[in-house]
Nanobody
Framework: QVQLVESGGGLVQPGGSLRLSCAASGSIFSIYAMGWYRQAPGKQRELVAFITSLQGTHYADSVKGRFTISRDDAKNTMYLQMNNLKPEDTAVYYC?????????WGRGTQVTVSS
């Protein structure tokens, strides 16, 4: 079973930037489409971006043009570069595979956008 550890969150002012990392154990990471999800208080978890095993990317409309997803399969790591952050981006961010059978969820990393 793959274990996922998210990091890189923090408190940032509107317009600021953060880079999140997702470290995965196991050598099978590279075969999966992987995504970044977020969950704001009182809301359902949503998929904000994903990247396929062939480096194809897809973004939710709410983050398109501001977030960039990438992966380094040699390091079993995925990233999310977040620019021009807005208060509505405040949430706990998680990574997981995109598909009907996600791995066990990690603890996530908190992103707070506030002045």
């Amino acid at each position: 079973q793959v274990q996922l550890v998210e990091s890189g969150g923090g408190l940032v002012q509107p317009g600021g930037s953060l880079r999140l990392s997702c470290a995965a154990s196991g050598s099978i990471f590279s075969i999966y489409a992987m995504g970044w999800y977020r969950q704001a208080p009182g809301k359902q978890r949503e998929l904000v971006a994903f990247i396929t095993s062939l480096q194809g990317t897809h973004y939710a409309d709410s983050v398109k043009g501001r977030f960039t997803i990438s992966r380094d399969d040699a390091k079993n790591t995925m990233y999310l570069q977040m620019n021009n952050l807005k208060p509505e981006d405040t949430a706990v961010y998680y990574c997981n595979q995109v598909g009907p059978r996600p791995f066990d969820w990690g603890r996530g990393t908190q992103v707070t956008v506030s002045s």
